[in-house]
């Protein structure tokens, strides 16, 4: 079993920066992957980060180049660092990791960005 907390999520300007942490209760060197996932009201969730255990990135177009996911191995956190946000990023994020090959995630942190 693995669990994640995540923190870091709130009210913040568009245009403004926002940093999500996500804590595993597990060495995120046994995780094959990590990433933070979001979802917006009738929304789907959507992909909004990923890294592997080797720490290779992807992001969708929506967001790459404005976020950045990186790992603190010795802390067991995943970090999204949230720059230029937008209105349209507002929506709940959410933690996700997988571990021979079943899905972890947390109970989402809000992120609402006023325009």
């Known amino acids: 079993q693995v669990q994640l907390v995540e923190s870091g999520g709130g009210l913040v300007q568009a245009g403004g920066p926002l940093r999500l942490s996500c804590t595993a209760s597990v060495s995120i060197f046994r995780l094959n992957i990590m990433g933070w996932y979001r979802q917006a009201p009738g929304n789907q969730r959507e992909l909004v980060a990923t890294?592997?255990?080797?720490?290779?990135?992807n992001y969708p177009d929506s967001v790459k180049g404005r976020f950045t996911i990186s790992r603190a191995n010795a802390k067991n956190t995943v970090y999204l660092q949230m720059n230029s946000l937008k209105p349209d990023d507002t929506a709940v994020y959410y933690c996700?990791?997988?571990?021979?090959?079943?899905?972890?995630w947390g109970q989402g942190t809000q992120v609402t960005v006023s325009s």
């Open positions: 890294i592997t255990s080797g720490g290779m990135t």
């Open positions: 996700n990791a997988r571990m021979l090959g079943k899905d972890y």
